[in-house]
C-alpha cells in the first residue's frame, strides 16, 4: 500500500477519478481538486478551519427555500458569476452588450405589455421614460425582439419582497424597427439579503452589500443569443462598489433631463441598446434559467 502525504494523495486522487466517462465532467473536478489541495497547502489550513468551512457550506445549503438561493448569492459576492459572465461575452466575434448578473429576483413567467405602457400596474414613485433599441452587431435593427425588464419600486425593493402579486417587471416585444418604449419609476438600490451565511460572511469582510440602482432586462429574439443585463445609474454612491459586481462601465447610463429624443419628453429618460449576437456563433450563450428567484 502507498503511503500518501500532503503531496502524493492528489495524484492518487486524480488517478482514482480516472475512469470517469464524461470528459467535461473529468476535466472540471481534476481542476477542482488539485485547486483545492494547493489552496490547503498553501494556507496551511487547520483542521478545524476546514470543519468550520464545511459548516459553512452546510449552513447555506439549509438557507436555501423555493424562494431564495443562498448558494447563488455567494457566487455573487465571490465575483464567480461575473468572471464566468466575462469569459462567455468574449466567445464569438462582434461587439455585443455586455453580461450582467441575474441578481436576486428574477422569476419566470413575466407578464406581457404593450409598448408604451407602464412596466407597473400602481407607479407610485417618480416616473422616468425607459427606451431604446434591439439590434445586430451591424447595426440592423432586429423586429419583434422580446426585452423583459424588472426592478425595484420607490421604496427599492422588489415585488417578490413584499409577497404580494407581480409588479415592476414585464415582458415587451420590440417594434419592426427593433424599438421599444415604456414608463416606469425611478429605480433605487437595496442590500443584498444580510439574514444569512452569506451576510454573515459580507459583515466579516467589513463591506457594506449594497447595489447601485439598476434595471434588470433578458433580451432575445430567433436566431440570436439571448443576454442577461442590466442597466445602472451613474450618479448612484455604490455604482463603484457593487457588492456582487455586476457592473462594468459599458453598462452605466445617466438619466436625461429633459430627454427630447425619447418617446415621452415631458419624462427624464433613461436610454439603453442592446446589440445581440448571432446564436450560431455562441452555442454557450443564452438565456440562464432558474427555477426560483435566486435569493
Same mark, same amino acid.
Given at each position: 500500500m502507498r503511503e500518501l502525504d500532503q503531496h502524493t494523495i492528489t495524484d492518487v486522487a486524480l488517478d482514482q477519478m480516472s475512469a470517469t466517462r464524461n470528459q467535461r465532467?473529468?476535466?472540471?473536478?481534476?481542476?477542482?481538486?488539485?485547486?483545492?489541495?494547493?489552496?490547503?497547502?498553501?494556507?496551511?489550513?487547520?483542521?478545524?478551519?476546514?470543519?468550520?468551512?464545511?459548516?459553512?457550506?452546510?449552513?447555506?445549503?439549509?438557507?436555501?427555500?423555493?424562494?431564495?438561493?443562498?448558494?447563488?448569492?455567494?457566487?455573487?459576492?465571490?465575483?464567480?458569476?461575473?468572471?464566468?459572465?466575462?469569459?462567455? $461575452?468574449?466567445? !464569438?466575434? =462582434?461587439?455585443? @452588450?455586455? %453580461?450582467?448578473?441575474?441578481?436576486?429576483f428574477?422569476?419566470?413567467?413575466?407578464?406581457?405589455?404593450?409598448?408604451?405602457?407602464?412596466?407597473?400596474?400602481?407607479?407610485?414613485?417618480?416616473?422616468?421614460?425607459?427606451?431604446?433599441?434591439?439590434? $445586430?452587431?451591424? !447595426?440592423? =435593427?432586429?423586429? @419583434?425582439? %422580446?426585452?423583459?425588464?424588472w426592478q425595484t419600486d420607490e421604496e427599492g425593493l422588489y415585488d417578490v419582497q413584499r409577497q404580494e402579486e407581480l409588479d415592476l417587471r414585464g415582458c415587451f416585444r420590440a417594434n419592426q424597427e427593433g424599438r421599444y418604449y415604456l414608463?416606469?419609476?425611478?429605480?433605487?438600490?437595496?442590500?443584498?439579503?444580510?439574514?444569512?451565511?452569506?451576510?454573515?460572511?459580507?459583515?466579516?469582510?467589513?463591506?457594506?452589500?449594497?447595489r447601485p440602482a439598476h434595471i434588470h432586462f433578458i433580451v432575445g429574439a430567433p436566431g440570436y443569443s439571448t443576454v442577461t443585463t442590466a442597466v445602472y445609474l451613474r450618479n448612484d454612491r455604490y455604482i463603484d462598489s457593487d457588492t456582487v459586481f455586476g457592473v462594468t462601465e459599458s453598462l452605466v447610463r445617466d438619466i436625461q433631463k429633459p430627454d427630447p429624443t425619447s418617446p415621452f419628453p415631458d419624462l427624464p429618460g433613461l436610454k439603453f441598446d442592446f446589440t445581440l449576437r448571432a446564436s450560431v456563433e455562441n452555442t454557450q450563450g443564452g438565456h440562464r434559467k432558474r427555477v426560483m428567484p435566486a435569493h
Open positions: 465532467f473529468k476535466e472540471l473536478m481534476d481542476a477542482l481538486v488539485r485547486h483545492l489541495h494547493d489552496f490547503a497547502r498553501e494556507v496551511d489550513l487547520k483542521p478545524g478551519e476546514l470543519l468550520a468551512g464545511l459548516n459553512f457550506l452546510t449552513d447555506i445549503g439549509q438557507k436555501c427555500t423555493p424562494h431564495r438561493q443562498e448558494f447563488i448569492l455567494l457566487s455573487e459576492v465571490l465575483g464567480l458569476e461575473t468572471v464566468v459572465n466575462i469569459m462567455n $461575452d468574449l466567445r !464569438g466575434s =462582434g461587439r455585443v @452588450t455586455r %453580461t450582467s448578473i441575474l441578481g436576486p428574477h422569476v419566470n413567467g413575466a407578464p406581457p405589455v404593450e409598448l408604451g405602457q407602464p412596466l407597473g400596474s400602481h407607479l407610485k414613485g417618480p416616473e422616468i421614460a425607459l427606451y431604446g433599441r434591439v439590434a $445586430d452587431t451591424s !447595426g440592423k =435593427g432586429i423586429p @419583434t425582439a %422580446t426585452v423583459e425588464i414608463r416606469t419609476v425611478y429605480p433605487l438600490g437595496y442590500s443584498i439579503p444580510m439574514d444569512g451565511p452569506v451576510g454573515d460572511l459580507i459583515r466579516a469582510q467589513g463591506r457594506h452589500g449594497m
